[in-house]
């Protein structure tokens, strides 16, 4: 009995299921695309830094060598409590040819920045103490979900306001949506690794200047709309 109630049961979901895909596609309606993007500039630009002892030509403890890059980095407006972290710390082995093997150490940090000036700062006075090992890891914006769904509803509207330009040509009005789909998103610069095309360093005796190319945020919707 109870497995006749389960066919019962199954069969009616088919049926209904086939129903409801029929009326869909006995529907009159539009479909069309829309698209929207926007371009924001990065207010999260993370820098990695390396010190090590052994390079340094005054003999400086890695200690000493921190708090002047901290020193530094205060200048430059870092909270360094906030915006700085030990991404690594390390041992290593420098080998010198004919010399014995000496073992050295070293400190790998993470320093979020939050415009170009403040980058550019960073890098100059950290050169100024003779720290240059530093690389901009990755940039993104700490609104970028918030820009993210503005895109997709403008894209959105666009799509209905082309729906309904269309359906005007013939004579008919468009009513309520009966399919949205959101197409993967095209998406520059935020929340990845950075390339050599996203950062632009002109770097002179005396001045280093930084520009970043702007977050890309673009997406497409599709939209079916019933026509009346």
């Not at 890098?123 to 769904?149: A, G, P, V």
Request: charged share 30%; glycine share 4%.
């Amino acid at each position: 009995m109870n497995k006749f109630i389960l066919i019962i049961t199954f069969l009616c979901m088919t049926i209904t299921g086939f129903g409801q895909m029929k009326n869909f596609i006995d529907e009159n309606y539009i479909e069309v695309t829309g698209s929207a993007e926007m371009e924001v500039t990065p207010n999260e630009i993370y820098l990695q830094v390396f010190i090590n002892q052994k390079d340094d030509k005054r003999k400086e403890t890695l200690e000493e060598l921190e708090q002047k890059m901290f020193d530094e980095l205060k200048k430059a407006g870092v909270d360094i409590e906030k915006d700085v972290s030990i991404s690594n710390m390390m041992s290593y082995l420098n080998a010198r040819w004919l010399r014995k093997d000496n073992i050295g150490s070293g400190k790998k940090y993470q320093i979020l920045a939050h415009d170009a000036a403040t980058v550019e700062k960073i890098y100059q006075l950290l050169n100024e103490i003779e720290i240059s090992n530093i690389n901009i890891t990755n940039m993104n914006h700490s609104k970028i979900e918030e820009f993210r769904r503005t895109v997709k509803v403008n894209a959105l509207k666009v799509a209905k306001e082309k729906a309904s330009e269309l359906a005007e040509a013939i004579g008919q009005t468009i009513g309520k949506a009966i399919h949205i789909t959101e197409t993967p998103e095209h998406h520059w610069y935020g929340n990845q690794s950075v390339t050599s095309n996203s950062v632009v360093l002109q770097e002179s005796e005396n001045d280093i200047q930084i520009e970043f190319e702007k977050i890309k945020i673009r997406y497409k919707m599709g939209a079916k709309f019933k026509l009346e």
